[in-house]
């Protein structure tokens, strides 16, 4: 069963906007990762934090995680149109199993 | 970042028949793999791990009959479906694991992901 839960679902911005997706979880966890999919394609990592960490940054990605609440955020600073497809929260659980939350489909309109 | 290759990445088949789909971590050997469905708009839904040199390990309510998983060496794991029927048409996506070598965390690289479409 899915353990995560993303909101929102759908999400659309305009361009140049900042776009916030949020995961919440139920279990202990080792650590949080966030992927990115486009339409009818594999996933593609974007970044993980370890359940010792509360912040992390990469480009234009800022990720936080609050065990505490069991919840994470995604935030996509100055979004593109490019930014478009889905994203999904994972949590990684023992024996390197993931779970994934459902998804939150942004949309970047131009 | 490391490679998974995943083949084919589109199939169409008719029903009854078998579909093999490859998994392949092409530059890191990945003792576990693990396979995945995605239904249109819907997230992943894990379907089975596969363990090199030993059985696989399905999750509650894949038929092990049906979805068929070996993993015969450290870079590749195949999934077969067997007698395909139009309700298995799905996105099927395979991920490689990789672990890090100080503190255990690991991360998993995906395939590109394979269409079925069962005729």
């Known amino acids: 069963s899915q353990q995560g839960e993303e909101d929102p679902q759908a999400l659309s911005i305009q361009e140049g906007e900042n776009a916030t997706m949020n995961c919440s979880y139920k279990?202990?966890?080792?650590?949080l990762q966030w992927y990115r999919q486009n339409s009818g394609r594999g996933l593609v990592h974007l970044i993980l934090?370890?359940?010792?960490?509360r912040e992390k940054h990469s480009g234009r990605l800022r990720v936080t995680l609050d065990t505490s609440k069991k919840s994470s955020s995604l935030l996509i600073t100055a979004s593109r149109a490019a930014d478009t497809a889905s994203y999904f929260c994972?949590?990684?659980?023992?024996?390197?199993?993931?779970?994934f939350g459902q998804g939150t489909r942004l949309t970047i309109n131009p | 970042g490391a490679v998974v290759s995943q083949h084919p990445s589109r199939v169409i088949c008719k029903s009854g028949t078998s579909v093999k789909i490859e998994c392949r971590s092409l530059?890191?050997?990945?003792?576990?793999m693990f396979w995945y469905r995605q239904f249109p708009k819907q997230s992943l839904m894990l379907m089975a791990t596969?363990?090199?040199?030993?059985?696989?390990?399905?999750e509650q309510g894949v038929e092990k009959d049906k979805f068929l998983i070996n993993h015969a060496s450290l870079t590749l794991s195949t999934l077969t479906v067997t007698s395909a029927h139009p309700e298995d048409s799905s996105f099927y996506i395979c991920?490689?694991?990789?672990?890090?070598?100080?503190?255990?965390?690991?991360?998993?690289?995906f395939g590109q992901g394979t269409r079925l479409t069962v005729v």
């Open positions: 991920s490689a694991i990789w672990t890090f070598s100080r503190d255990s965390n690991t991360e998993a690289f």
């Open positions: 279990t202990s966890i080792n650590n």
């Open positions: 934090i370890r359940s010792n960490e």
């Open positions: 994972a949590t990684g659980q023992g024996a390197q199993k993931l779970v």
């Open positions: 530059d890191f050997q990945a003792t576990t």
């Open positions: 596969s363990n090199e040199g030993s059985k696989a390990t399905y």
